[in-house]
Nanobody, 118 residues
């Protein structure tokens, strides 16, 4: 079974940086897409950034200047560097993967909480 496990969440002050990581286990095929979504309190899940296996990225436009996604295909790990964090970045950050086996399947981690204080 595919599992995604996030790490790196925590509490920081506004203006500081934080790096998240997520490692996939149990995959027997190409991980076409890896990335991050987030869910802020009382809101729906939203795209943060994704990256394909060949390095193409897709960012939420409002976050592109502050957040950077990267991945290590050998380690099956995706990273998210977050800079100049704001209180409104407080959210549960959820790792995502898409594996195009058969009809394709989405996989989700349980999330890691990031809290940004003023």
């Amino acid at each position: 079974q595919v599992q995604l496990k996030e790490s790196g969440g925590g509490s920081v002050q506004a203006g500081q940086s934080l790096e998240l990581s997520c490692t996939l286990s149990g995959s027997a095929s190409v991980i076409r897409v890896m990335g991050w979504y987030r869910q802020r309190p009382g809101q729906s899940r939203e795209l943060v950034a994704t990256m394909t296996v060949d390095g193409n990225t897709n960012y939420q436009d409002s976050l592109k200047d502050r957040f950077t996604i990267s991945r290590d295909n050998d380690k099956k790990t995706v990273y998210l560097q977050m800079h100049s964090l704001k209180p409104e970045d407080t959210a549960t950050y959820i790792c995502f993967a898409y594996i195009p086996r058969g009809y394709g399947a989405d996989y989700w981690g349980e999330g890691t909480l990031v809290t940004v204080s003023p």
